[in-house]
């Protein structure tokens, strides 16, 4: 079952929510978390420090390495694909490939059986990573900030979540809308979310990722949330979604 967790805003959580699902889906199951952004802050923000010469997500999709031999484990039994600047680059090179959208897919196509799960955490922008992303993924979630603004991004985003639909992978399904820094008792964030409900309909709207100063630090700790200590209201949100995934599991099996 392989989720991709896009959104072409950056500042939404796509990160932290990729993190903490990855925590709370390898207690299900075998899981790997892809780091497919250039900035790598998934990476770090699961402890793991990349050494010189040590293979990442670009040595993969330039199949310069197995993606077997690039992964990483962390202590919380999450398997890691890891990234840092070094794939800053990768989209200019895939673009002289004449399978540019689907070459992330096919070294993928050997992890199936070894995982029950897999992330893919996406760049903030619908370029060719995330068009990678959405070409290899079963499910797409996308965190949307409790914003007025982030509303008006989503419809861009959903325009071209159809056309990847119609011309790179006609089984894509959007998972739902996952609104993060939500302050519940603002008059923002309940406008946002009724908005979100009345606008998209159809489209699943989860239950909201509240405001909190322990994401950050527990992404700083390198921990997933549940594990570093966050209270049950910062973890209901994505154990909602890990509900939804493990559902969809059995649709795509």
Known sequence: MITAIANQKGGVAKTTSAIALGGLLAEEGSCLVIDLDPQGNLTTGLGIDIVEGQPTSYEVLTGQVDIKDAIVSTPFDIHVLPANISLAPVEKEL???EERFH?????????????????????????LLTANALSATHTLLIPVQCQFFAIKGL??????????KKRINPNL????????MAEPNTLITQDVLRMLKEQFEGIKVFTPVPKSVKFPESNMAG???????????????????????????????
């Not at 897919?105 to 992890?111: D, F, G």
């Not at 399904?173 to 993060?180: I, N």
């Not at 966050?230 to 890990?242: F, M, S, T």
């Open 173 to 180: 399904k959007v998972l739902g809308v996952l609104p993060t």
């Open 223 to 253: 921990k997933p949330i549940h594990i570093y200590g966050g209270e049950w209201k910062l973890i209901k949100p994505y154990r909602e979604v890990v509900r939804e995934i493990m559902n969809s599991k059995e649709e795509f099996s």
């Open 103 to 127: 070459v992330l897919r096919e070294r993928l196509k050997a992890m199936r059986q070894r995982f029950e799960y897999i992330l893919i955490d996406c760049p903030p922008s619908m370029g």
């Open 95 to 97: 673009l002289e490939q």
């Open 155 to 164: 419809e861009g985003l959903l325009q071209t979540i159809d056309a990847v």
